[in-house]
């Protein structure tokens, strides 16, 4: 053995000693491959250490290498070992590496696709592949030529989960007949190749939240729609619909749509929208209108009321044709019977989630929609409230107003101590300035 290692390091030295012939250089078939694997160090980075599936990595490997290497044709692989030690995946890139001595930085892009979740260690190799006259191509391991240096990363891995579905909306079936009220849940399919099919959560109480452990139904990869044929027993319901793939994972969009019955009574009623509604028209929110219906909204900027008037067979007519959020507004409904016992009027739209805003006026009143879903006091609803500001409500059953007075370093006092969704307020500033009321519905 120490003979064979001398004749080849006199091999060595004979090659660099010698004259080099004009027309071409000639390498013996006895160069060692240790001499050009020589003091090899590999140092592997990474863009970071946790990333989900198939999402690209953005590899760094600096190749540091004392020896001229300009007859050789250089792999760079990238290796993935699990937990237990084995390797599990390598991604690979030809002539990664530049020819010459010295110093080389190469990076590699590649996905992550065919991992499971879990944790790994990426190791970096270079195998090179010798070209030389007379020498068959000839694949020498770099990284575990002595002394090859290894500098590992430890990575983890987690499952990417779909995109959930889109343009999620809920329509009612407003024609009497044995679907009358029933909700259908439309929404248009996620974008992600892999989904297995789509998972609709249900509440009747928003406050209570979503069982997202108990899903209330599913369908298949390419349904677009559902209806809930129990919907019209709930006087609330809300809707989640998510998308699960084929890895078992499922997206996490909170994005709800619900109903909401508004419950009105023959004559005057003071109520607002609870729901984002996707069609802000009269003729589309009040559907259980009858001929002579009539609607005030109160503008505090003039001040005065608006009116509108339903005719049969023709729609609304008057000063207005929109009902928006945030706002109160009268209504008086001509259907017999519901003194004092109320009909429905469903509301169907998108839950409300972030901050409302809606202008108080100073030294005056204003009509004001509480556009939530949730109960709230009124001092979570009226964050600054000047001191003798009031507030009425109007109870349909008693056709008589409520009232709350707010007293500084007191609170609220009075008749009623709470906001509620579909109802409608009448709300006295004494603020010296017109200011913002923001809300957290």
């Not at 407003?174 to 996620?190: A, E, H, I, M, R």
């Not at 899903?215 to 129990?230: C, E, H, I, K």
């Not at 409904?333 to 805003?357: A, D, L």
């Not at 009509?367 to 000047?386: D, Y």
Request: net charge negative.
């Amino acid at each position: 053995m120490k003979r064979t290692i001398a004749i080849i390091a006199a091999a060595i030295v004979l090659a660099v000693l010698l004259p080099r012939a004009a027309e071409a250089a000639t390498v013996t078939s006895n160069i060692s491959v240790a001499v050009f694997c020589y003091n090899t160090t590999l140092n592997l980075t990474t863009d970071k250490l946790t990333y989900q599936y198939n999402e690209v990595a953005n590899m760094t490997v600096l190749i540091n290498n004392s020896q001229n290497r300009e007859n050789l044709s250089e792999v760079l692989i990238i290796e993935f070992y699990n937990s237990a030690g084995t390797m599990v995946k390598y991604m690979a890139k030809d002539s990664a590496v530049a020819p010459g001595n010295g110093t080389n930085t190469t990076s590699y892009n590649g996905a992550f696709t065919g991992l499971s979740a879990g944790n790994y260690t990426l190791r970096a190799r270079i195998i090179a592949n010798f070209a030389y006259p007379s020498q068959n191509v000839t694949a020498h391991d770099c990284s575990v030529e002595s002394p090859a240096v290894l500098s590992d990363v430890n990575i983890t891995v987690t499952q990417l989960i779909p995109n959930p579905p889109g343009n999620l909306m809920l329509l009612l079936d407003k024609v009497p007949g044995p679907n009358y009220q029933d909700v259908t849940l439309n929404w248009t399919l996620s974008n992600s190749t892999n989904i297995f099919n789509y998972v609709i959560y249900k509440t009747d109480n928003w406050a209570a939240g979503f069982n997202y452990s108990d899903p209330y139904m599913t369908v298949g990869n390419d349904a677009t729609n559902w209806t809930d044929p129990t919907s019209d027993g709930a006087d609330q319901r809300y809707y989640v619909v998510r998308a699960n793939n084929t890895n078992g994972l499922t997206d996490e969009n909170t994005y709800a749509v619900g109903k909401f019955n508004l419950h009105l009574y023959t004559g005057w009623n003071l109520v607002s929208l609870p729901l984002l509604v996707w069609n802000e028209t009269m003729n589309d929110i009040f559907y259980t209108r009858e001929d002579g219906d009539l609607s005030n909204r109160w503008v505090a900027t003039v001040p005065t009321f608006q009116r509108t008037d339903y005719y049969l067979g023709f729609g609304w007519f008057g000063d207005y044709d929109t009902m928006q959020p945030d706002r109160g507004y009268w209504y008086r409904s001509q259907k017999n019977g519901y003194t004092t016992t109320p009909f429905n009027n469903t509301i169907v739209g998108v839950v409300p989630t972030t901050q409302r805003s809606e202008a108080i006026y100073n030294k005056r009143w204003s009509m004001l929609g509480w556009t939530s879903v949730n109960v709230k006091g009124m001092g979570t609803a009226f964050g600054n409230p000047s001191d003798y500001d009031l507030v009425n409500l109007y109870y349909a059953p008693g056709h008589t107003f409520k009232r709350t007075d707010y007293y500084l370093g007191f609170g609220w006092f009075g008749d009623f101590s709470t906001m509620n969704p579909g109802t409608g307020y009448w709300y006295y500033s004494q603020n010296a300035m017109q200011y913002s009321w923001d809300y957290q519905p």
